[in-house]
């Protein structure tokens, strides 16, 4: 049996493309290239097979390659810049809000001057104030 081995690089700078796929067709399976962009795949019979090699923001290739022996390949991907015309965001409101808040302004401060603050976050809903002393 056969194994076809490679690395999958950037065109323009060589670096490595990190877990990029490889995909052969006859064999309806793929493998995934490792952290330096290298990849095997093993058990080839001699013959020809489909690939198509992809990486997300690079084109996808396709090409056809007759195996007839061990072989490395260097795959070389073009960046492939894509502008969007429109993104939208979607979400959904908790309805299980049990979360108020209540503001004590300027105003009110102003106009009870002569109060604690205790005294005046007893008007707020729901607060209560202990006093100890």
Wanted: glycine share 8%; with cysteine.
């Amino acid at each position: 049996m056969l194994s076809l081995q490679g690395k999958i690089v950037d065109k323009t700078t060589k670096n490595p493309l990190a877990f990029a796929t490889v995909k052969i067709t006859e064999k309806q399976t793929g493998v995934i290239a490792d952290d330096n962009g290298q990849f095997l795949i093993r058990n080839f019979c001699k013959g020809g097979y489909h690939l198509e090699v992809s990486f997300l923001g690079y084109e996808t290739i396709r090409f056809f390659s007759v195996i007839e022996r061990d072989t490395f390949l260097t795959i070389e991907l073009v960046q492939h810049d894509q502008l969007l015309s429109e993104v939208t965001v979607h979400g959904d409101q908790n309805e299980n809000k049990t979360q108020v808040s209540q503001v004590i302004g300027n105003e009110k401060i102003t106009e009870e001057g002569n109060k604690t603050l205790s005294d005046l976050l007893e008007s707020v809903a729901g607060v209560s104030v202990i006093r100890n002393g």
